[in-house]
């Protein structure tokens, strides 16, 4: 349920949630600190897999932990590898994409998501994604880097086919200009 208080991650996972089905692909392009990745891993059930990506071992390293606190880490494959690989590393259609950039919540600050690989990497999650699949996009905005991050994602989203993705976007009016945006894409047809 969405609330007053819903941050842009909350946003994010109730609009991916209705594509998450038992069996089902998905991933997660930038594993962080393991929620994304623990909140799809509960929605494919135990047969399916998520794909969770991300260049730093210390992400890596969190995102196991939830994982294994969770009791699922056997329903996710983790890669250490950029996030514009993911097309070479999962074998078949994904329900779900889930990308929050930025850098690493208490992490190396200097060390974030960059504007040409970001965009590699959703071109590949849309070559990937299911008819009726979703794709989730959280922008950090007030870090160095951060508006060009959000400028090329988002030229690169208005852009998409209307007739073969629906396309959100969501900013909150009535927060710090440097709140995250929130971009949502929905690729056409029926699930299957």
């Not at 994409?97 to 060390?111: K, Q």
């Not at 998409?160 to 959100?168: F, G, H, K, N």
Request: charged share 20%; glycine share 8%.
């Amino acid at each position: 349920m969405v609330t007053r208080s819903t941050s842009a991650v909350q946003w994010a996972q109730s609009f991916i949630a209705p594509v998450l089905v038992p069996g089902c692909l998905a991933v997660d392009a930038t594993a962080g600190n393991g929620r994304d990745t623990l909140f799809l891993a509960r929605g494919v059930g135990p047969q399916g897999r998520v794909f969770a990506f991300d260049i730093q071992p210390e992400a890596l390293e969190r995102t196991r932990e939830q994982l294994a606190g969770a009791g699922l880490l056997e329903r996710v494959v983790l890669l250490a590898t950029d996030h514009r690989e993911m097309a070479a590393h999962v074998p078949g259609t994904v329900n779900a994409v889930m990308f929050n950039l930025g850098y690493l919540p208490g992490g190396d600050h200097r060390i974030i998501t960059q504007p040409e690989s970001t965009i590699e990497a959703l071109k590949a999650a849309l070559s990937l994604l299911a008819a009726g699949g979703r794709v989730s996009l959280v922008v950090y905005t007030g870090h160095p880097g951060a508006t060009e991050e959000q400028k090329a994602v988002e030229e690169f989203t208005q852009a998409l086919s209307p007739r073969e993705y629906t396309v959100v976007r969501l900013s909150f009016w009535n927060r710090s200009a440097k709140a995250p945006v929130v971009i949502l894409l929905e690729k056409a047809g029926a699930r299957t």
